[in-house]
Structures are given as C-alpha cells and as structure tokens.
C-alpha cells in the first residue's frame, strides 16, 4: 500500500493539502492585470512603519471604509504576515530543516529512491499489526534509514527544538526582482515519514518482548507533532491531527500487548497528560492561517492566478466560473471580498477557543453568506462574488472536525487511563464535538469508549478495581 494511499484512508473526506500550504508557492513575474495597484500611492495612513506591510503591500492602497476598518483591526492584534512570519536567523534548533533535509532525497524526481516507499507499501491500514515476517521482508530498507531515525530522536531530545517554518531567499533577491522571501512548508509533510520509522521500531520491539521500548518510540511521536501543531499553520496542524490519529492505532496494539503492564500505562499516561497540559491553541493556528490569506491576496494583485493557487485551489475556481469573469470581478470588488475574508477569520478566531459543538452557529452563518452571494452580478453583469475568500473559508468546518477529532482521541486516552489506574476527576475530559464526558464501559477486564467521530474504539485493561 503505497504511502498516498494510507493518507487518503487516513484523512477521509479531509482535504489535508489545506489552506496554509499553497501561501508560499514559487511566485514569478505575470501579466496579472491587478499588477499595476503596486504604484498606488497610499490611499490611508495606517500609522504603522511601511516594513509592517511587507508581503501585504497592497493593502496600503485600501479604499472601501470597510476594508479600512478590518485592516486596522489586523494592525491593532499584530496579525500581519509582517508580524506573523518572522525569521530568526539565529535559530539553529529548527526540527522542520532536519525533516526536509532527511526526506526530500526519498521523493526527488531527478534522483528516485524507493527505500522509504517499500516500508509505506508494507505497513498496515486499518488494524495496526506489523508481523514478523513484514519486518523480514524490510530488514534491509529499516538498517538503511536507521540512522534517520536516530538523527530526529537526538534532536528531539533537546529541550530548545522547534517546528519552525524554513525561510528560503532566492538568488534573485540579489538583484533586485519583485519575487518575495519564500517560506518552505513542506517539512510537516515528513512527519508522517519519521513516525513510519518509529512503527516499525515499536513493531520489533513487541516481538522482542520489549515494552519498555515501544512506549519509548510512541512519546517520540507525540513529541514531535506537538512541536508542529504549535507552528500556527494549518497544513502542519493537519499533517500532526492525522499523524496522532494513526499513532493512537498503534498504542492500542502496544497497549494490548500482554505484557503491557502499570508501569508502561504510567509511562503512557503520563507523556499524554504532558501534551494535554500544553494542547497547542486552536486560536494560534487560524491566526497565522488569516496572516497566509492576506498574503493570497496581495500576490493575486500582483501574479496570475495559476501562480499563486494551489492546484486544487485554482482548478476550484475554474470549476466556478472562467478567469475572465474572476479577472472581472475581482478588479472591482476585491476589497469587499478581502473585507468579507478578514471579517469571518476574525468571527473564526472569537470561537475557536471554544468546543466544536458551539461553534456551528458561527460557521453555518458564514457559509450561508458564502451561499449567498454565489452568482451575484451587478447591474453591469460584473461577478460580485467573493471567490477568493470561497477558497480560503471552504474548508475551515472540515480542518475543525480534524482538530476535534485530534483532541478527542487525547482525551479518550487519558480518561481511560486513568479510569484503569483508579483515579478520578475524568469528567474534565470532555469530547469537543459535544461538550459532555465520556461514556465508560467495562467488558471483560477492560474499559472502553466508542465515539461516533473516531473510527475505532480504544480500550484499555483495568489495573485497579473500582
């Protein structure tokens, strides 16, 4: 099963390829017809030094009072990209530059090397169970990516690693070209690769008997997608929901094992509280999420369409309606959609502290306007549609239902551990989609809990009659 394969079973209906990814894609010069807003004079003195407006230059041309005032209120929380991404080149401690620099050779066109592929083909889908003879028949890719996998686990041992984005500053910059500093995101794309490795590390070590080895390789998993889930970018968030999703499979084979015993469920409860006490904040993620949007709509004034959208980004919009009348419309009424944008990130960020199952008012209001105005012409036939801000919001409901699903499956775990080792005070864990604890069964020796929104159930033995 190749490793494109498991990632389509794995998110489901989710699209991971989300919204922060096409952001910064390579941009070149093109005949955009927007191109020409660069020599605006500035229309509003936002009060703030003009470096502030960097990749967001556009914006200083704004008109409309209502794209004024959003703006401003992005100025007042230091939501610019300006303020968002700052690159701190004195950070030598950044795990995603080690990521990419390990894993990029294993999916290189110009140099192919299918080591890392033939482990994705043999690993699992559905229940985890990596066999002894799987292991056989990989031997010699595991011994050949071994050091890899050695290389992360040292660096995850430092307490000042981070998940940070790589800032890549092309040659062109040199001379002066309008291209941009461009951030490379692709490293969270690795995680599951590094997590591949630790599989079938916890795979050997439960033929070998050796527990204490498994929930060893399973806490270098979670240590290292709590460090990108904390980036503020929802592609790397998403790459660590499903990352996570997959390494609770394995913890349930690891926790059935039978000679998992109290200590292992110490050791396993006690790393899983560790990343419940510092759950990375939803707020963080669609703050630096509207920073990318703002950077989709400066460089949409300023570089074709092609260039600045992903491909499913930009195929979504010629399924809409053909460039001409996007072209069209856009011109004349791209601050109302940039305003409409700006509006709804901002009612996304005032819930996304809260669980899922109070935040559908908020999002079913937004998708109802977004529905709204669909086909919406002005007396002149131009488009007023905001088809921008159709492509930035379409997926903010299903990437929640992925971080809720992420956090409950955390929860799950620990109300379940602890319920095993007779400890209380369980109800603060409560599943995201409802707001309510969990329902505990007790069926041979175990407790379990089945959800509507994970797809398996998880279970744990009972060390402590209650």
């Known amino acids: 099963m190749s490793k494109r394969t498991l ?70 929380q230091e939501g610019l990209p300006a303020d968002v991404f700052v690159d701190d080149k004195t950070q030598t401690n950044n795990i995603a530059v080690t990521l990419y620099n390990l894993f990029f050779q294993f999916y290189d066109p110009q140099n192919p090397d299918d080591t890392l592929e033939k482990l994705w083909e043999a690993s699992p889908i559905g229940v985890w169970n990596i066999s002894e003879q799987t292991l056989d028949s990989v031997r010699t890719e595991i011994e050949k990516l071994e050091p890899i996998r050695q290389a992360i686990r040292t660096m995850l041992l430092q307490s000042d690693t981070r998940f940070y984005y790589i800032f890549v500053y092309p040659e062109s910059l040199k001379t002066g070209q309008d291209v941009g500093t461009k951030i490379n995101t692709d490293a969270s794309g690795y995680l599951s690769d590094y997590a591949l490795l630790e599989e079938y590390a916890i795979a050997r070590a439960l033929h070998e008997g050796d527990l204490t080895e498994a929930t060893n390789a ?33 913890m349930q084979q690891v926790i059935l094992d039978p000679k998992f015993d109290r200590n292992q469920m110490l050791f396993l409860q006690k790393m899983l509280q560790a990343q419940y006490d510092d759950w990375p904040s939803e707020y963080r993620t669609w703050f630096g999420d509207r920073a990318s949007g703002i950077i989709v709509y400066h460089r949409l004034m300023l570089y074709e369409s092609s260039e600045v959208l992903e491909e499913a980004e930009y195929n979504d919009l010629l399924n809409r309606t053909d460039l001409r009348t996007f072209s069209r419309g856009f011109l004349k009424y791209r601050e109302a959609d940039q305003a409409f944008y700006l509006r709804s990130m901002q ?120």
Request: contains cysteine; aromatic residues 8%.
């Open 7 to 76: 990632q389509i079973c794995l998110a489901a209906a989710i699209l991971t390829a989300a919204v922060g990814y096409y952001v910064f894609s390579h941009m070149k010069q093109g005949g955009n017809p927007f191109s020409g807003l660069r020599r605006q004079s500035t229309k509003v003195d936002f009060g703030i030094p003009y470096a502030r407006f960097k990749d967001a230059e556009t914006l200083r041309s704004a008109r409309s009072e209502e794209l004024v005032t959003e703006v401003k209120a992005v100025i007042r």
């Open 218 to 250: 399973l806490s270098y998993i979670f240590r290292i997608t709590k460090l990108a889930s904390h980036i503020g970018n929802v592609g790397a968030r998403s790459d660590a929901a499903q990352t996570r999703l997959r390494t609770y499979d394995i």
């Open 347 to 466: 009612s996304i960020l005032d819930i996304s502290e809260e669980p899922l199952s109070k935040r559908w008012n908020v999002l079913d209001q937004i998708n109802g306007e977004l529905f709204r105005k669909e086909g919406l012409r002005d007396e002149q036939g131009i488009a007023m549609e905001p088809f921008v801000a159709h492509i930035l919001l379409k997926d903010v409901d299903k990437l929640m239902r992925l971080f809720a699903r992420d956090r409950s499956a955390l929860n799950r775990a620990l109300v379940l551990m602890r319920s095993s080792l007779g400890q209380s005070n369980t109800d603060r864990f409560r599943d995201p989609f409802t707001d309510a604890p969990y329902e505990i069964q007790k069926v041979d020796g175990f407790h379990s809990i089945t959800t509507s929104t994970l797809q398996n159930p998880f279970r744990v033995p009972i060390f402590v009659e209650q």
